[in-house]
């Protein structure tokens, strides 16, 4: 079993619906990351949440937009996708503070498909 | 930047073989390294990780040895299981910084059969 819960786990949407990722840990870790993983390949880093602020944004459309309304629960919000955007959306946590050796705790995903 | 180069595969191997998966990597300072696993329709679990120079990271029987000379953390198991099967991610820390951002390799499907 996971430590990181992610719902839903399949979502299908058109391009101009609205709706949201959540995330939830309960490890106590205070780095939370969103990744974009598309099939066959390694994930993408999207966006990472540090003590819930937004430390890193990796040139993301506008079209995702992350929210990190307490320690425990991670957000995407999604608006206007396209077909391409379509992908196995991943969040993680991390115990901080850190230098790179704490280990990321994936959730098993949600699978995103923008029709 | 930092770089993780991996066999690709796919790699099949009947069930009791030897495992190698090698991965190399391009960093700066002293960065950690690990083995995330992929199992079908999951998200990455960590496998193992080495923090330094000569530290070998186990796991399930796995192990990879942090090897700075040779910038390499190959990936073995002396006798694998058809529930081995998964895809294998080697991945790097960015070296130098306290942002923790993760660069993996691309990844390596491993099929055992019985």
């Known amino acids: 079993d996971t430590e990181v819960t992610q719902t839903p786990k399949h979502l299908v949407m058109g391009m101009t619906n609205k709706k949201s990722l959540k995330c939830e840990q309960h490890m106590g870790h205070r780095a939370m990351y969103w990744y974009k993983q598309k099939a066959k390949k390694p994930p993408e880093l999207m966006f990472v949440y540090s003590y819930e602020k937004l430390s890193i944004n990796e040139s993301v459309p506008s079209r995702f937009s992350p929210e990190c309304p307490n320690s425990s629960l991670l957000n995407l919000h999604l608006h206007a996708l396209q077909p391409e955007d379509s992908a196995l959306y991943l969040c993680?946590?991390?115990?901080?503070?850190?230098?790179?050796?704490?280990?990321?705790?994936f959730g098993n995903g949600t699978r995103l498909t923008v029709t | 930047g930092d770089s993780v180069t991996q066999m690709e595969g796919p790699v099949t191997l009947s069930e009791e073989a030897f495992l190698t998966i090698n991965c190399t990597y391009t960093a700066t300072g002293y960065p950690s390294l690990f083995w995330y696993v992929q199992y079908p329709g999951e998200g990455l679990q960590l496998l193992l990780k080495a923090t330094k120079a000569d530290d070998k990271g186990s796991n399930k029987g796995f192990e990879a040895t942090y090897r700075k000379e040779t910038t390499s953390f190959h990936l073995e198991k002396g006798s694998v299981q058809v529930s081995d099967s998964a895809v294998y991610f080697c991945?790097?820390?960015?070296?130098?910084?306290?942002?923790?951002?993760?660069?993996f390799g691309k990844g390596t499907l491993l099929t055992v059969n019985p």
């Open positions: 991945a790097t820390t960015n070296s130098g910084g306290s942002n923790y951002k993760l660069t």
């Open positions: 993680a946590s991390s115990r901080l503070p850190d230098r790179g050796n704490s280990p990321l705790h």
